[in-house]
């Protein structure tokens, strides 16, 4: 199974927000370089950032819905 990026962001506790919206929609997040991003200061932007990713039969599907209206956190 690859994972494909659907979010980036330097803040873990964004992609982890990004993380459990996409979960409870029914899709298959994975959190990827959290660890790495909390464990050195300034790495997360070494590396782009924490990324939030999903299958890649669900990428279409969950941008779409990261880019819709309900799905802001806000």
């Known amino acids: 199974m690859q994972l ?3 979010f980036q962001g330097f803040n873990p506790a964004e992609a982890q927000l ?3 919206q996409l979960e409870a929609a029914g899709f298959n997040p994975f ?3 959290e660890l790495a991003a909390l464990s ?7 590396v782009g950032g924490v990324r939030v990713q999903v299958p890649q039969d669900q990428v279409a ?9 309900n799905s802001d956190p806000q």
Do not use: I, Q, R
Request: glycine share 4%; hydrophobic share 50%; proline share 4%.
């Open 18 to 20: 990004v993380c459990s």
């Open 4 to 6: 494909v990026t659907v």
């Open 31 to 33: 959190v990827a370089d």
């Open 61 to 69: 599907a969950a941008k779409e819905f990261l880019s819709s209206p």
């Open 40 to 46: 050195v200061e300034g790495y997360s932007m070494a």
